[in-house]
């Protein structure tokens, strides 16, 4: 299903004379799962993200934004974007994957489950089991 949805928004921006990003370096990845274990939790990495890496470093599709690897983008890539939420004090329990113009896409590390919260007030939204499902839904409410 998440392979479909993208291929949807490939098509949409290429019909716009845009390109989808190109895959994630594999030492910006391994960089991303060294600080979220050092940061975050120890031990702490999802597949599915690291999946979706691996076919794209990132997405920045019609406000939603899915974080990225490349440590040179200092707006949307995972270190950046967790250091700026992390601000708010109420933010800390959360690793940060992405975000809306309305919603933040994340994981509750004391619940174990990945969120969207409403932004900005930071109320849960939804609950989701695995990264897929969440990201999922996001793009559903893009297309």
Request: a negative charge; aromatic letters at 12%; one cysteine or more.
């Amino acid at each position: 299903m998440l392979d479909q949805l993208l291929s949807q928004i490939e098509n949409k921006k290429k019909s716009r004379g845009r390109s989808m990003r190109l895959s994630a370096k594999k030492e910006n990845i391994d960089r991303l799962k060294k600080w979220v274990s050092d940061h975050v939790q120890h031990n702490l990495w999802f597949s599915e993200y690291e999946h979706f890496l691996n076919k794209m470093d990132g997405l920045n599709y019609n406000g939603l934004v899915i974080y990225n690897s490349d440590p040179s983008d200092e707006n949307n890539n995972l270190i950046s974007a967790n250091e700026i939420w992390w601000d708010i004090e109420s933010n800390t329990h959360y690793l940060f994957l992405g975000d809306g113009n309305i919603s933040w896409y994340a994981y509750d590390i004391e619940k174990n489950k990945f969120v969207e919260l409403d932004k900005p007030s930071g109320d849960l939204i939804c609950e989701f089991d695995h990264f897929n499902q969440m990201f999922e839904q996001a793009l559903k409410n893009l297309l």
